[in-house]
């Protein structure tokens, strides 16, 4: 079992994690026609959003209650109010997303009274969803807030209805990009089920182009497929932190579930296959056959470069357990880890020791290390220790294609070994050239 240690340090210097609002904001974007709503001051929201812009380079639509000073001491439920009014008469969204931040959060407003007496205030209000994702900023992380709106969603859309039973839910963590729910989509159709995501980020957050202008979602899980959730027959929590949300669905339907850790890596994607079929009743398509066979001999390409490489990462919980599997199953060795928060999953991972703390913390434990894997805010630690970076997890502002890049099933995983080995050949032919230049080997190695 790997050692966790907490930095006990007075202050966060550098911060790796991202707040829980931001993780809540980024599952309520996967649902269609939708305003995620920050409860609190114009700064938090425009912080969040300036991240998402930066990361996806398409529109964000978030909107905020604006708490000033004197509304924050005398009570946020005004602004409550007239936010969601607002929103209504200008940007007619079918469901808004309501976060809390630190500032309310600290001050102690009761969101769900607020909620009641606007209702009763507003019956014109009743047709709309309004769903609360309670999210301090002063703890926790971005993979927290994604799974608590995750689990409020759960919790007041889906009716019980009778079961269908091509139809499952999928319910994919925060590790999970928007081209990763697309090619888990692909996967899950062709067994012929039915697929409800929640949620969807991979049809909203794709970077695809609309004819009209919207101030809300254009797509993503609609409110109609949300409601069904009850009636599936089946559901698949692609992530540790998806757990809470599947269990709900069990206590409220009924519905079975199962969680996978990670869809990357030859063996996962076998047993996500294998359960797809037992599900479904049909054998595996042969077009995953074929593409099995390609990681194969990928694998078989790539695995010189791997081999005992030192790899230092700095990742959200569920993206850490995943990715570390996927390189000590290629012969690297992980020589430092970082993460955001508490997970159950931590003392699980097969390393000697995990620090939860900040990129300060990782600086100095990834010294000496041949590679390391986080986000773009490491790019200036990479420099300074002269390693390569592989650039995963959120936000990447210094790379395109944040949206479509897959590291997911057959294919995904061969995109995530191409990368980080050609990481590793242009590495290992820079040292060569050094040592050419300082007559150690000869021109002709």
Known sequence: MAIVTVSNKSLTVNPLKQSQALGASLAFLGLKGTMPLFHGSQGCTAFAKVVLVRHFREAIPLATTAMTEVTTILGGEENVEQAILTLVEKAKPEIIGLCTTGLTETRGDDIEGFLKEIRDRHPELNDLAIIFAPTPDFKGALQDGFAVAVESIVKEI???????????????????????????????????????????????????????????????????????????????????SMRGAAKILEERFGTPYEV?????????????????????????????????????????????????????????????????????????????????????????????????????DFEGLAAGSDLLIGNSNVGAIAKRLNVPLYRLGLPIYDRLGNGQFTKVGYRGTMELLYGIGNLFLEAEETRVKKLQELGIVGADF
């Not at 595996?284 to 390409?301: G, H, I, T």
């Not at 959200?316 to 992980?334: C, K, N, R, Y």
């Not at 159950?344 to 300060?360: N, Q, R, Y």
């Open 260 to 360: 996978f850790g990670e869809v990357t890596g030859l063996e996962p994607v076998d047993e996500f296959l294998q359960a797809l079929a037992v599900l479904s009743g049909n054998s595996v398509p042969e077009k995953y056959r074929r593409q099995r066979r390609q990681l194969q001999d990928a694998m078989l390409d790539t695995h010189f470069y791997f081999g005992a490489k030192r790899v230092s990462l700095a990742l959200e919980p569920d993206l850490l357990w995943s990715t570390v599997h996927f390189l000590q199953s290629m012969g690297a060795q992980i020589h430092a880890a970082v993460t955001t928060t508490r997970s159950p999953l931590l003392e699980k991972l097969p390393v000697k020791s995990i620090t939860i703390g900040d990129l300060e």
């Open 158 to 240: 889906p009716r019980a209805g009778g079961i269908k039973t091509e139809q499952v839910t999928i319910l994919p963590s925060a590790a999970f990009t928007p081209g990763d729910v697309q090619e888990i989509k692909e996967m899950v159709t062709a067994f012929g089920l039915v697929p409800i995501f929640v949620p969807d980020i991979g049809a909203s957050l794709d970077g695809h182009l609309e004819d009209n202008y919207s101030a809300v979602t254009v797509s993503g899980t609609t409110l109609k497929q949300l409601r069904e959730v009850g009636c599936s027959a089946f559901t698949l929590a692609l992530g540790e």
